[in-house]
């Protein structure tokens, strides 16, 4: 964007659950440098946004900030100082990452206006609080995170800055009451727009799904319903959707109320952190608390990641996208005249694959990143994608969304049951994914997550993955001394991808060992915390045998764990016996 036409951007905030009200906060291992935060901004700012020229505003060095500033208030000074015509609050400063999304892409001001993009405050699927995780995402305008060309340049702006624009004199917004605060700004008025937080997104649901069907399964007296927000911004989204709109019970919904530090909780949706969901349903080792529910499900703390689970019965995140495909043209109306093309992460299973193949439609493997979903669904060419991560979503925003999944999950199954809500059995959801087992087969999949590693010795072990991979001989050799039961690899690479819409290459997005059977071994590196590194090893086996697919998970990947363990020699470069979590 050309500086000159700052005077009608408009900027949206979300402030979500699990972050800091004060800056700086106590001592954060996530915010090191007491002017992470103002200098991210700026760096932004200086790519897209501000014409530097702005008179009457203060400038500050590293060394002089305002110590007694919210977050929300630095983003709002600084952007009334480089030249932002107004901003987009939701209310209380919570704002799901989809409903972010959703804002940007649909939202319109009273003046016509609409948002030029937003900065989210969130540490996402991490621990959050004083001493946990934070982190800071700026979405651009078609809603989506900001493509790896743009974060580029705002880091290579961050080792530049010198100082920034504070509008220090301007009042505090007190973000809790919603309407418009008006100012003199250095181009003109600036306002705050402070907006209800549910009303667009909610909107934007009701053109998704038909609500009138889900509304009479979740008000059968034979379908009972479990949804957990881990104590993350979901839970507004929650009570309006599941309860206000579809008439769930609010019993139905646990531990919904946002806050900062997730309740001292860990909001990442699987089978170890929603301990009391995975309880309900039946699945706990410790047993169930009575009869558990029909449905259940689970979101991270920005809510755009997913957890289904079916009575004593988990959908891998795999299988849930691959599942969400099949049936979204018969079951969910916004898909009604066909999908565009579908998409799965590298790491995901193949499950999607085979979907694809069976109904003809266009398939694209991409890198661990939503970014690349979003550029395939402006370009139109896909409409349903997913990451085994627990992220699942669509074209009709440029983020993973939590509760659409949730929603498309709950129509699937209000669409198998449309002559069956006055009957005697409902089909479940373990009837649909064994029925979905039948018609494609199988992938036997699990996840295993090494925390916290410590950073040096993951770069190493990574290092030694990839130089194992220069001879697939000696890489059989160890496989065969480990379990002479496991097929040979008949490729090994580290996976690298070429953008089919703007041509940008992507390296180094996954180290990958793939077996003759068609089973495969992934390895990477996740980033997303502040501490140490996460190792993950992805471990897939394909089954079409419908004799063969009701094997327990885990003992049907046994084989191929101890393969990846010899093989990366994981206790001698972590000190690891063995994962922190298993999916």
């Known amino acids: ?75 709002i000074k600084m952007a009334a100082a480089n030249g ?6 939701g209310q209380n400063g919570l704002l799901s990452t989809p409903a972010v999304s959703a804002v940007i892409r649909e939202r319109v001001g009273a003046d016509g206006s609409k948002a030029t993009g937003g900065f989210i405050l969130t540490a996402s699927h991490n621990p959050g609080g004083p001493h946990e995780d934070f982190g800071i995402k700026y979405n651009m305008e078609n809603g989506g995170p900001a493509p790896e060309a743009i974060t580029d340049q705002i880091f290579a702006n961050t080792k530049i800055i010198k100082e920034y624009l504070l509008a220090e004199d301007l009042p505090d917004v007190d973000i809790s009451v919603l309407g418009v605060s008006s100012f003199d700004g250095p181009e003109g008025p600036f306002d705050v727009e402070v907006f209800d937080s549910t009303t667009d997104y909610v909107k934007l649901m009701k053109t998704i799904f038909d609500f009138e ?27 309006c959707i599941f309860v206000e709109e579809l008439g769930a019970n609010e019993s139905s919904l646990i531990n919904c109320t ?20 995975v309880a309900r349903m039946g699945l706990s080792k410790s047993g169930s608390q009575g009869e558990p529910p029909e449905f259940g499900a689970a979101a991270d703390g920005d809510a755009d990641r997913n957890m289904i689970l079916g009575k004593r019965f988990f959908v891998t995140p795999s299988d849930s996208v691959a599942i969400i495909a ?13 999908l565009k093309g579908v998409a799965r992460s590298m790491p995901t299973s193949a499950a999607l694959d085979v979907v694809a193949k069976n109904l003809n439609l266009k398939f694209f493997e991409v890198p661990t990143g ?9 370009a139109g060419l896909c409409s349903i994608c997913g990451e085994e991560s627990f992220g699942t979503g669509s074209d009709h925003i440029r983020e993973k969304d939590g509760i659409w999944a949730v929603l498309a999950w709950l129509s699937i199954i209000a669409y198998r049951n449309k002559d069956k809500l006055d009957g005697d059995k409902l089909v479940t959801v373990e009837d649909i994914v064994l029925q979905h087992w039948a018609t494609y087969g199988r992938h036997y999949y699990t996840r295993y997550d090494y925390e916290n590693v410590d950073a040096g010795a993951a770069k190493e072990l990574m290092e030694n993955l990839v130089n194992v991979q220069s001879s697939l001989p000696d890489v059989n050799k160890i496989i065969k001394e480990a379990r002479p039961d496991v097929s040979s690899v008949v490729q090994a690479d580290e996976f690298e991808y070429k953008d089919p819409v703007d041509g940008s290459i992507s390296r180094h997005q996954g180290i990958r060992y793939l077996f003759e059977d068609g089973s495969r071994l992934v390895f990477r590196l996740s980033g997303t915390g ?11 086996q394909y089954e079409k045998d419908p004799m063969k697919t009701g094997r327990d998970s885990q003992e049907a990947l046994s084989p191929l764990v101890d393969v990846a363990i010899k093989l990366s020699k994981m206790q001698e470069f972590t000190g690891r016996s063995a994962p922190t979590v298993i999916t």
């Not at 399964?217 to 979901?234: E, M, N, S």
């Not at 946002?258 to 969901?277: I, M, R, S, V, W």
């Not at 690349?372 to 669904?377: S, V, Y």
Request: glycine share 4%; net charge positive.
């Open 1 to 75: 964007m050309d500086a000159t036409s700052t005077a009608t951007t408009h900027l949206l905030l979300a402030f979500l659950a699990a972050t800091f009200h004060r800056y700086p906060p106590s001592p954060s291992r996530a915010l090191v440098d007491a002017h992470f935060l103002p200098t991210l901004l700026i760096a932004t700012f200086d790519r897209s946004l501000l014409s530097p020229s702005n008179r009457h505003w203060h400038r500050h060095s590293p060394s002089n900030l305002p110590q007694v500033l919210s977050f929300p208030q630095i983003i």
């Open 84 to 89: 932002v015509r107004r901003i987009w609050v």
């Open 213 to 239: 069907s889900i509304q009479k399964l979740l008000t059968c007296p034979k379908f009972t319903f479990c949804y957990d927000a881990l104590h993350g911004v979901a839970g507004i989204y929650a009570k």
């Open 258 to 277: 946002p806050k900062e530090d997730f309740g001292g909780g860990h909001p990442d949706p699987n089978l170890t952190y929603a301990k009391e969901l």
């Open 326 to 338: 099949a049936n979204a043209v018969q079951a969910i109306p916004y898909f009604s005249s066909g």
């Open 370 to 378: 939503w970014k690349f979903f979003g550029n395939l669904m402006d």
């Open 530 to 540: 502040s501490v140490g590194a996460t190792i993950r090893v992805y471990i897939e």
